[in-house]
């Protein structure tokens, strides 16, 4: 079974900063690559798949890239609506463990 | 509107089974998988299968077989989830998701999730 990792597993930013999270899987799995935003009781939203293809209607300040391993996602401009968990989900099956971004 | 509108919150004892359903909208219902996903309290998100509602096809994680049934019907538009010998570590809030294919065929992501339901494991 493929695994993935992510870190860093939270941070702390402030407004305006440039976030960044790494995604790792245990083996090559091309663009098969999703990212997810998830608020505090709410279900998860999808923000870009296929590693770098953003969803209809997202901010373009989300973004993302890689292919094989490894991957990134960025928020170029923190905004205070982003304070989320965000994950990453190979192919539509394993998800990533998260990581919690928070507002400084 | 194209939503997914999930069964209200449950209660059961171990041992026990939930079934929960998952009502779609504002879309062909055939035409796209179906994903269930769960979280448990405070962690994150584990996939636990799929199901085609138009051939009903379904395939899910190991660690569910033999407990996990995958269902659905057409003429309501709905598909359930009905987990079997229940325990508490199944204490978890339960999402459907609608699955689409990229172009290429190559990836599956979900682009439509439900509100989740909340099954809690407790006797």
């Known amino acids: 079974d493929i695994q993935m990792t992510q870190s860093p597993s939270s941070l702390s930013a402030s407004v305006g900063d440039r976030v960044t999270i790494t995604c790792q899987a245990s083996?090559?799995?091309?663009?098969?690559l999703n990212w997810y935003q998830q608020k505090p009781g709410k279900a998860p939203k999808l923000l870009i798949y296929?590693?770098?293809n953003l969803e209809t209607g997202v901010p373009s300040r989300f973004s993302g890239s890689g292919s094989g391993t490894d991957f990134t996602f960025t928020i170029s401009s923190l905004q205070p609506e982003d304070m989320a968990t965000y994950y990453c989900?190979?192919?539509?099956?394993?998800f990533g463990p998260g990581t919690k971004v928070d507002i400084k | 509107q194209v939503q997914l509108v999930q069964s209200g919150a449950e209660v059961k004892k171990p041992g026990a089974s939930v079934k929960v359903s998952c009502k779609a909208s504002?879309?062909?219902?055939?035409?796209?998988?179906i994903n269930w996903v769960r979280q448990a309290p405070g962690q994150g998100l584990e996939w636990m299968g799929w199901?085609?509602?138009?051939?009903?096809?379904?395939g899910f994680v190991r660690k569910f077989q033999g407990r996990v049934t995958f269902t659905r019907d057409t003429s309501t538009n709905t598909a359930y989830m009905e987990l079997s010998s229940l325990r508490s570590e199944d204490t978890a809030v339960y999402y459907c998701?609608?699955?689409?294919?990229?172009?290429?065929?190559?990836?599956?992501?979900?682009?439509?999730w439900g509100r989740g339901t909340l099954v809690t494991v407790s006797s």
């Open positions: 083996q090559d799995i091309s663009n098969y």
């Open positions: 998701a609608r699955g689409l294919t990229s172009n290429y065929g190559g990836n599956r992501y979900f682009d439509l």
């Open positions: 504002g879309y062909t219902f055939t035409t796209y998988d």
């Open positions: 989900q190979q192919r539509g099956f394993t």
């Open positions: 296929d590693a770098s």
């Open positions: 199901m085609n509602p138009n051939n009903s096809n379904t």
